[in-house]
Every structure is written in structure tokens, then in C-alpha cells.
């Protein structure tokens, strides 16, 4: 896909977001109206479909893979192995993040120069893995991460699981103008809240829905954070007028989820079930 547009990866039935959502959520929160949840419909989706064992689709999806704690002293070794990411044949992509005798191994899957996107929606059905000290997330980073660094980038958090599974983790990372004249490196705002069940044990729609001043992140179409650049911290920098591309892994250990232990699961696995773009 080029940047700043979607194409079609798989094509099918184009939908309204709204028929995607007629969905029962025990989040308690505000939902958007319907005038404001209406879609043209899917400009770009991947469903996963495909033979059990094969690779996520090349053409929209690349891998990060090696050690060293990427930034939050995690101890997972990501690779570009089926054995870490695949399809399941059923319509599914499997992420797993698996122990070894040298640890763990895992995957992080990344659109990075194949789709990013400034405005629009995009949402993804998903069954999050829970488990001591496991960390799985479904974010997005500035394109311009390799040329500019982090938190100069921007990050957004739509959903990360840790420790409980019927709570849901929602944030947006960013910049300051004058860095030296704050002692946290970045800014952060963040909503945390009751899911109503248990992601681990249910599939959910998570979805941000982005323009260039504002982004809403939405669960099961209830609305959960709402960050807007007239709402950003004193001194703030707001970076989140650009593209970002999208990232699925699963995190092992680290600053937030806390070490594994012998109860944690020598399989965690996290199901995707669909990813679509709306504009």
C-alpha cells in the first residue's frame, strides 16, 4: 500500500463500519451516535485467509525481530518464524509467543513502508493472551520513527493486556517542544478502565479513529479514550498529524507486565481474527 492511502489487499463485501459493531458491550462509557460511527466502508482489510502454517501476508505486513529489551528491558527474542506468526486455516492470524530452553521467543508484526495511515479508522477483531508477564498490544508508530527517533515519532496505544484480562490500557505518547525543560522524556495520556469481560476469553473490536487534531479509541463501538491536541499536556508537542503504521506483538517481561514465573503459559497466543481500514 502507498503512503497516506489504502488499497484493498484482499477485496470483499465493502461494509459500513456501524454493521461491523452491531455488537453487545459491557464497557461503560459514552457510544458515538450513529451520524458519527457511519463509514463509507472497508478501504483496505486483511482477513487472514490463507492455509494453516503460512506467513502473514508479505505485501502488508514485515517483522521486527531480535533481542536487547526494545526499550522496557523485555526478554523475548522476536523472529520471522511461522512458529511465532502465522495463519491458522481458519481464517485467522496466530501471533504466539513460545518458552524455549534459551527463553522465549515471539512475534512483532509491522506495516512499516507497506500501509500507514494520517485520518480515518481502523479496527481489528482480536483475543488477547493473558498470562504472568506477558504483554501483548495492538498500537501504532510514526512512519518517521527511523529518521526522527522516539518519542519524536508519536506512539498509540489502542489496546494492551496486562495483568488482568477484563482490563482494557489505552494511550498516546508524545514529544515535548523544549525537552529539556521536563525531567520525563515524553509525554503520555492514557485511559484504563473495566472491559466487562475477559479479553483472553472473548474476541472484542478495537479500533482508533484518528484525524489530524483528535484520536478516539473504541471497543465493542463504545468509545474508551478521547485525546485531543487542544487537551495535551503544557509544552506538548502534537505529532499525531502524520502517518503511522500499525504493529502487533506479543511482549515477554519487562518494566510493566513484571517478570514470567513458572505458572506463566509455555504458549501465549494472541488470534486476529481481521484488520480493516475506513475513511
Same mark, same amino acid.
Given at each position: 500500500m502507498s503512503r497516506n492511502s489504502a488499497v484493498a489487499v484482499r477485496s470483499g463485501v465493502v461494509l459500513s463500519l456501524t454493521s461491523l459493531l452491531l455488537v453487545t458491550s459491557?464497557?461503560? *462509557?459514552?457510544? +458515538? !451516535?450513529?451520524?458519527? +460511527?457511519?463509514? /463509507?466502508?472497508?478501504?483496505? $482489510?486483511?482477513?487472514?485467509?490463507?492455509?494453516?502454517?503460512?506467513?502473514? %501476508?508479505?505485501?502488508?505486513?514485515?517483522?521486527?525481530?531480535?533481542?536487547?529489551?526494545?526499550?522496557?528491558?523485555? =526478554?523475548?527474542?522476536?523472529?520471522? !518464524?511461522? *512458529? %511465532?506468526? $502465522? #495463519?491458522?486455516?481458519?481464517?485467522?492470524? /496466530?501471533?504466539?509467543?513460545?518458552?524455549?530452553?534459551?527463553?522465549?521467543? !515471539?512475534? +512483532?508484526?509491522?506495516?512499516? *513502508? =507497506?500501509?500507514?495511515?494520517?485520518?480515518?479508522?481502523?479496527?481489528?477483531?482480536? =483475543?488477547?493472551?493473558? !498470562?504472568?508477564?506477558?504483554?501483548?498490544?495492538?498500537?501504532? #508508530?510514526?512512519? *518517521?520513527?527511523?529518521?526522527v527517533g522516539y518519542p519524536e515519532s508519536g506512539e498509540i496505544d489502542i489496546m494492551e493486556l496486562v495483568h488482568d484480562g477484563a482490563e482494557f490500557h489505552n494511550a498516546v505518547h508524545g514529544p515535548w517542544v523544549d525537552p529539556a525543560a521536563h525531567s520525563e522524556g515524553k509525554w503520555k495520556m492514557s485511559s484504563d478502565g473495566p472491559l466487562g469481560s475477559d479479553a483472553s476469553e472473548d474476541f472484542h473490536i478495537y479500533e482508533v479513529m484518528r484525524t489530524v487534531d483528535s484520536i478516539s479509541i473504541v471497543i465493542d463501538g463504545v468509545v474508551v479514550g478521547d485525546y485531543l491536541r487542544s487537551e495535551a499536556p503544557e509544552g506538548a508537542k502534537w505529532v499525531f498529524d502524520k502517518p503511522f503504521y500499525v504493529l502487533m506483538n506479543i511482549a515477554v517481561g519487562g518494566e510493566w507486565p513484571g517478570p514470567t514465573d513458572i505458572t506463566t503459559s509455555d504458549v501465549s497466543t494472541m488470534t486476529v481474527d481481521w484488520i480493516r481500514y475506513f475513511r
Open positions: 459491557c464497557v461503560n *462509557d459514552v457510544t +458515538r !451516535s450513529p451520524e458519527m +460511527r457511519m463509514m /463509507v466502508g472497508a478501504l483496505g $482489510s486483511d482477513e487472514f485467509d490463507g492455509a494453516a502454517g503460512q506467513p502473514p %501476508n508479505p505485501a502488508l505486513w514485515g517483522f521486527d525481530v531480535g533481542g536487547g529489551g526494545w526499550g522496557n528491558q523485555e =526478554k523475548q527474542v522476536y523472529t520471522d !518464524s511461522v *512458529d %511465532n506468526a $502465522s #495463519l491458522d486455516g481458519n481464517g485467522n492470524l /496466530v501471533l504466539q509467543a513460545r518458552r524455549t530452553d534459551k527463553g522465549f521467543t !515471539s512475534a +512483532r508484526i509491522v506495516t512499516r *513502508d =507497506k500501509f500507514t495511515f494520517t485520518e480515518g479508522t481502523l479496527a481489528a477483531r482480536i =483475543k488477547f493472551p493473558m !498470562s504472568p508477564g506477558i504483554h501483548p498490544a495492538f498500537w501504532l #508508530l510514526g512512519e *518517521d520513527l527511523e529518521t
